[in-house]
């Protein structure tokens, strides 16, 4: 007994000690001092009111694309072209089915290869009955209580006009750019971007096949609430989720309800949907969180840095503290939402066919062919049909950290958010991005440069959607910089 203990103990010490050297070994991913990036010559206010007469222009996209109205995307682009003079006069503009923009501002080496910011002109629309609600509404650019509110001030307007606004300044003081600077603007972003994104894309494929860099929205600088730190975390999209839907169906004899069957349709699928749901897909950590977690460590205090340190023994713990929200369970694993059930209308008559919409969200690694496969064996009943929803897609390529495009971006971002630490993580939406992969699969980021927290964060796409009015100029800022550091 005294010899097991005597093991036991040693194997203790043994295990202990790896765990140290584990988390005392562990690679410091973050950036020292970085000079804080130089303020760029806009006149804030001017700068701020021209975004807001952006937000006057409600160029809202209408899930079918027929119903858009596309008049104020006409007056969008003028008005583009009234407030970025220099732009319109020194840069290239190419236009894809006709609201699509592609800015091309040569560099002076053309060894280079381009640095493309991405960004999108239209916006979802306000929820009916919602408009009163607003502090102020939401097509009116108006500022109250230090913010500037309207559908697009975060999505995404804020960083087309930043865009343009650094771009416009840096035309301004005489600079240009080394290398080629590439500024695509879709207008169908929020309803798939295949007028705008994919033709863009399409596009540069025949121009500009290979990119140093993309960088489109995507994370923010979150003020608070990332892994219990205090300080603000820049948050870098290094790839966006893969998306599935499915509808699930069952038919059988519809007829009276005084004397149905031992299994209806409507409770086939109900079973089926019931099946998916308690067998939620493999919790992963190689999905994104563990690049996520590295580059937090070493700012987290000493036990989270020895649990982060050593994810092969508290792998499950980390697991379980993530999933206990939807934010983190998404991060986590290919998520499964029912979203539409459908069988039925009225109330005594069985229906011949019951059918549910299931959502999935995928994480990088988890093909659609492999979630078909597993969602087949989950419900595991022939009677239930499966067809494909629209197109299904896998993640995109995860982009690397190591390379020069990644530590030239870290760099940008501290030079402007000089307390913040970066890391980078996995989109769980969607953006336009996903349609340039192929241009740039190793460094395809996705970014938003402003410091939130995480209230305003919830307002985009919903109610009182609004920018801290003091967080524009860093926009401007970070763009103006990311130019000339690249
Ligand atoms: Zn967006």
Redesign the pocket.
Known sequence: MRRFLLGLLLILIGLAAVLLANTLRLPNHQLGAVPAAPAVAVVPDSALAHLAGALRIPTVSRTRYAETDTLPFDQFQAYLQRTFPLVHQRLRLQKVNRYGLLYEWPGTNAALKPLLLLA?QDVVPVLPGTDSQWVRPPFAGQQAGGYLYGRGAL??KLNVLGQLEAVEALLRAGFRPRRTVLLAFGHD??TQGRRGAAALAALLQTQHPQLEMVLD?GGLVKADGVAGLTQPVALVGVSEKGYLTLELSATGPGGHSSMPPALTSVGRVAAAVAKLEAQPFPARLDGGVSGLLAYLAPAVPFGKRLVFANQWVFGPLIKKTLAATPSGNAALRTTTAPTIMRGGDKDNVLPDRATATVNFRLLPGDSVAAVLRRVREIIDDPQIQLRTVGEGRDATPVSGTDNAAFATLHRTIRSVFPRALVAPYVVVGA??ARAYASLCPQATYRFIPVLMNQVAIES?HGTNERLRAGAYPDVIRFYAALIKNM
């Open positions: 999108h999505d995404d972003e929020e929205e953006t336009d985009l």
